[in-house]
């Protein structure tokens, strides 16, 4: 009988060391399981977070409600992150849009609920300007301001921002005039006709264009004003704009000639220029057409 209990002990004893064992194996399987696929994971997600980063471009959303048809400002928007497939509008576009629709606060800002084309006024027509004094970094699209300078210093703005809708430059091949086309109303004609006038009566008074350097920048104030004068004037003899117009035209034409060809004169046989590298030109040949009217 003791042999028998004695044998139960041991027996227990070893079902109890087996246990054991197999408590540990089993503990460290597991922790050698954990070791290699925490890393997997950790690495697996941080690859696809780096992924979806790629695709994160910064656009714009609302920081309150909007309604439809309403000009967006700076302080009406925030930065924010979203996906590239959401095509989101840049700041450039949303400040020179409105909205198409209402837009609840939080709501990102796209082509699809914006809309720059705004109701033209009943007396817009497309003009072209060839009088203008232009700069050869403008092109179509760029965003202008017309303004008259007088030669004892005073400078106005005639017309603000306005977008060109087409351009191309004189040359001595064939072209004889610049070709600025932009849209104007009657009141904006009206004045820049006036300072046509202006400028032909006035000895060194030029019309010259001047760049915005980014479209999302606020309009100049105009500040020149039709003359008492110059409207009555042009009542009086409604050939005098168009004359104004030819004149100062024809003043810009000589000046590009007469600068092509002191430029030619300077030119050595190498093709460089001389020693007065730096030249000036006046601004105006001598123009004896003003007492006619």
């Known amino acids: 009988m003791r042999f028998i209990k004695s044998g139960n002990k041991n027996n227990r004893k070893k079902i109890i060391a087996v246990g054991i064992l197999s408590i540990v194996v089993a503990l460290l399987t597991i922790k050698t ?35 439809a048809g309403e000009a967006i400002k700076e302080s009406d928007i925030e930065a924010v992150l979203c996906s590239r497939e959401e095509k989101p509008a840049s700041l450039g576009e949303i400040l020179e849009s409105k909205t198409r629709i209402s837009l609840a606060p939080g709501l990102l800002l796209t082509q699809l609920n914006l809309s720059n084309k705004e109701k033209l ?14 700069t050869n970094r403008m092109k179509k699209g760029d965003y202008i301001d017309v303004r008259i300078s007088f030669s004892n210093g005073g400078d106005f703005v005639v017309l603000s921002k306005k977008k060109i809708e087409d351009l191309t430059f004189m040359d001595t091949e064939g072209t004889k005039a610049n070709s600025l086309w932009l849209n104007i109303t009657e009141e904006e004609l009206l ?15 030029q019309i010259y264009a001047i760049q915005y350097i980014d479209n999302s920048q606020k309009p100049a104030v105009i500040n020149y004003s039709v003359s008492p004068f110059v409207h009555q004037l042009m009542r009086d003899n409604p050939n005098i704009t168009k004359r104004a117009e030819n004149v100062i035209e024809w003043k810009l034409w000589e000046e590009y000639k007469r600068k092509e060809e002191q430029q030619k004169k300077w030119l050595n046989p190498e093709g460089s220029l001389g020693k007065n590298e730096n030249l000036t030109f006046e601004a105006y040949p001598e123009d004896n057409t003003k007492k006619v009217f």
């Open 121 to 134: 006024a009943d007396d817009i027509r497309i003009h072209n300007f060839p009088y203008i004094r232009l």
């Open 191 to 205: 004045r820049l006709s006036s300072a046509v006038v202006d400028a032909y009566l006035n000895e060194g008074c």
């Open 33 to 67: 399981l954990i070791k290699k696929e925490i890393p997997l994971t950790f690495w697996g997600n941080k690859n696809k977070l780096q992924t979806m980063d790629s695709d994160k471009v910064q656009g714009y959303r609302a920081v309150r409600k909007l309604r």
